[in-house]
């Protein structure tokens, strides 16, 4: 309330009102500010990105090269064992043909996204990003690509790094 004005408009809530039931909904704008621990193994993969790098975890348990990196093996129960460096170039393991954005609004001309599996890592591990440099007809699971990497001074430590995986070409390695 303020001088000016002595009762906002509206039904005036307490608790009695909620305990009877008698609303049931309710309308609000938290304003949450926090902070998070990316860990120790998606820290290191975040900042390798900004070098142009990266990196897995391997597992002598199963002999599995874990990508993105972990530091615990969900399959042998135990410590992942060391870090290794894994290529940028993969296949794609699927994909999606959008025709919706990041926002939710239909757009004429689909984005192409899903998952490269890396080569170096184990069959199936990979990462979910953008694919350009090729058509909504060209796209195809099996089909070989190689990241595009932002200039150094505009990465930040961020999958986004990345701007997105190209097709590989004719003799690229
Ligand atoms: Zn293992």
């Known amino acids: 309330m303020t001088a000016r004005?002595?009762?906002?408009?509206?039904?005036?809530?307490?608790?009695?009102?909620f305990y009877e039931g008698k609303v049931t909904q309710v309308r609000s704008r938290p304003d949450a500010q926090y902070d998070f621990s990316a860990g120790e193994a998606i820290?290191?993969?975040?900042?390798?990105?900004?070098?142009?790098?990266?990196?897995?975890?391997?597992?002598?348990?199963?002999?599995?090269?874990?990508?993105?990196?972990?530091?615990?093996?969900?399959?042998?129960?135990?410590p992942t064992d060391e870090w290794r460096y894994i290529?940028?170039?993969?296949?794609?393991?699927?994909?999606?043909i959008s025709y919706i954005d990041q926002d939710a609004k239909r757009i004429t001309e689909p984005i192409l996204v899903g998952v490269v599996s890396l080569d170096g890592a184990s069959p199936k591990m990979g990462m979910m990003h953008y694919f350009r440099e090729m058509t909504k007809d060209e796209i195809r699971i099996g089909l070989r690509v190689k990241a595009v990497w932002k200039p150094p001074e505009e990465r930040k430590g961020s999958v986004l790094d990345i701007r997105y995986f190209r097709p590989l070409k004719e003799g690229e390695a």
Do not use: H, N, V, W
């Open 43 to 78: 820290s290191r993969f975040l900042e390798e990105l900004q070098k142009g790098k990266l990196i897995a975890r391997t597992c002598t348990g199963c002999a599995r090269i874990l990508f993105p990196p972990r530091m615990f093996c969900e399959e042998c129960y135990r």
């Open 5 to 17: 004005i002595p009762k906002f408009p509206g039904t005036e809530l307490g608790s009695k009102e």
């Open 87 to 96: 290529r940028d170039t993969g296949t794609i393991e699927t994909y999606s």
